[in-house]
């Protein structure tokens, strides 16, 4: 079993458009390891809820094409 959710907040620099915002939030949303996360196309962020590991987070976005990094 996973460890406690932890909200995660990523700056996403290259999520600009609507189809980074539906490609990011429905590879995680697939993951039962993750309880809820949104894209803000505005601020470039991702926030995310989880018991994963934030390195784990940011692979998967490495995975997607996009480079981020938790503030």
């Not at 909200?7 to 697939?30: G, L």
């Not at 470039?44 to 390195?55: A, L, R, V, Y």
Request: a negative charge; aromatic letters at 8%; hydrophobic letters at 30%.
């Amino acid at each position: 079993m996973g460890g406690d959710f932890m909200r995660y907040k990523i700056n996403i620099p290259n999520a600009k458009t609507k189809d980074c915002k539906k490609k990011i939030e429905e590879a995680f949303k697939k993951d039962a390891r993750v309880e809820d996360c949104s894209v803000d196309l505005d601020s470039k962020t991702f926030e995310i809820n989880t018991d994963k590991p934030s390195q784990d987070i940011l692979s998967h976005l490495e995975e997607l094409g996009y480079h981020g990094h938790i503030i």
